[in-house]
């Protein structure tokens, strides 16, 4: 079981910039998914970057350029760098883990779902 814990949630300006920092239990990093979630009112959860078992980043189309996701594995900590900050980006932020699955034909990939979650940082972008 992989616990996590947010932080770094706060109100900033649009433009603004805001590091989130999601401190792990230990985990085997080369077997687990990390990425960084968010909800805002009303809408569906999306995930927002990732970080696969085998240390490739995505992102979503809508942080891409202005996000960045990175890890310490000796910090055991993760974290979202999030700069040119705009009111569209206000959500609650989560981070996860989840074990990568066996997809067959030799493929592992992601996990459709994540196992472990974090209790949510807010982030607020005012204009």
């Known amino acids: 079981q992989v616990q996590l814990v947010e932080s770094g949630g706060g109100s900033v300006q649009s433009g603004g910039s805001l590091r989130l920092s999601c401190a792990t239990s230990r985990y085997t990093y080369n077997t687990y998914c990390v990425g960084w979630f968010r909800q805002a009112p009303g809408k569906e959860r999306e995930k927002v970057a990732q970080i696969a078992f085998d240390g490739r980043t995505s992102y979503a189309d809508s942080v891409k350029g202005r996000f960045t996701i990175s890890r310490d594995n000796a910090e055991n900590t993760l974290y979202l760098q999030m700069n040119s900050l705009k009111p569209e980006d206000t959500a609650m932020y989560y981070c996860?883990?989840?074990?990568?699955?066996?997809?067959?034909?030799?493929?592992?990939?992601?996990?459709?779902?994540?196992?472990?979650w974090g209790q949510g940082t807010q982030v607020t972008v005012s204009s």
């Open positions: 996860a883990a989840g074990p990568r699955r066996f997809y067959g034909s030799g493929y592992y990939g992601c996990p459709r779902e994540y196992n472990y």
